[in-house]
């Protein structure tokens, strides 16, 4: 049986990778912080139904020697580092600890898997974010980076220590360069789970507005569970390669907000607040990925459409507030 060990295991990726390893025939262990097993209801509500099929250890992604004890102790075949400060807004508040946190982190998890599971195969989550302010739509493999964010950097500079443990010490050692993708299970502080969430709440007569900066951003939007599928395809291939992972369609946050609120038959334009205090301080235009190498080698193709993702979303938001209220 293959071992798999996943940092980030509570969060939306996470989770969704965790079920599929664990159909697959996975045993699946995952890193947490203490205060998640201090408050699970909270911290650990996306993996509570898999918590009898997996084996959850306490570490800090900041403490080298708390990783490098799991890593000697699981010695796993497989390892998906998907633990980040993953909000763009925040990085901008706090730089350092996203840079330190997030570079920190995956340097840990390298070098413990480089002196105690040299066979490990490692996964490194980058992000659309290191294109930033693009060279050219589509953005690929070969496209320039060029970051706009605290955010972007960081995983940038992950990405970079990523291939240079599999040029330097032959690593199997990759990166996946995934472009926005989301589902029930995005946080709420991320801008499409705001929108869904507030359709569904003033569809309730819970809230009456939604505040939104910059409408006119454009992102490529996928479905988180066909994309953590890229991810394990990655590391079942004959020799490591990075790739990008995307829809290969941009759309804008109003097209994200219209589609939304259509599914609750609601004008999205009697309810919304531009707030130029939500504006990010340089802002990224435009991100439109081509996966034509995803598709070409890992036969990896998208599934599902944009409309069902957003209106999944929106009906999960309104299951959930009928039933719990705010």
């Known amino acids: 049986m293959k071992k798999a060990l996943i940092t980030g295991i509570t969060g939306q990726d996470g989770s969704y990778l965790s079920e599929l390893l664990i159909e697959k025939g996975y ?26 099929r997996i084996h959850i250890h306490s570490a800090s992604m900041e403490s080298y020697a708390s990783i490098f004890n799991i890593v000697s102790e699981i010695k796993p075949d497989e390892c998906y580092h998907l633990a980040a400060q993953s909000y763009v807004s925040y990085s901008f508040e706090d730089e350092f600890s996203t840079i330190n946190t997030n570079l920190n982190g995956t340097h840990y998890v390298l070098s413990a898997i480089k002196r105690q599971a040299p066979d490990c195969r490692f996964y490194f989550a980058a992000s659309s974010e290191m294109f930033g302010k693009v060279k050219e739509t589509p953005q690929n493999e070969d ?42 299970r995005r946080g709420a502080e991320f801008v499409t789970r705001k929108i869904s969430s507030a359709a569904a709440k003033i569809k309730l007569g819970i809230e009456e507005e939604i505040r939104l900066g910059n409408l006119e951003a454009k992102r490529d939007w ?13 590391l079942q291939q004959d020799e490591p390669d990075d790739y990008v992972i995307a829809s290969g369609i941009s759309r804008s946050v109003e097209e994200f907000l219209e589609t939304a ?41 998208p599934k599902v459409s ?3 993702l957003v209106c999944e979303m929106v009906e999960a938001d309104l299951e959930w507030y009928s039933k719990n209220g705010s």
């Open 261 to 301: 609120f259509n599914y609750v038959n609601l004008d999205y334009r009697d309810y919304l607040v531009v707030d130029p205090k939500l504006y990010r301080p340089s802002e990224v235009k435009t991100l439109q990925g081509d996966s034509a190498a995803a598709g070409k080698k890992l036969n990896w193709f």
């Open 222 to 234: 996928g479905h988180a569970c066909d994309y953590v599928k890229a991810m394990w395809l990655m």
């Open 306 to 308: 944009f409309q069902e």
């Open 27 to 52: 045993e699946v262990h995952g890193i947490v912080r203490r205060v998640a097993l201090e408050h699970p209801q909270a911290r650990m509500w996306r993996i509570r139904h898999l918590l009898d």
């Open 143 to 184: 496209t320039p980076f060029h970051p706009r964010s605290p955010y972007g950097i960081s995983k940038l500079a992950g990405f970079e220590l990523t291939r240079n443990y599999r040029e330097g010490y032959g690593m199997f050692a990759l990166s996946g360069i995934l472009f926005n993708h989301e589902s029930p």
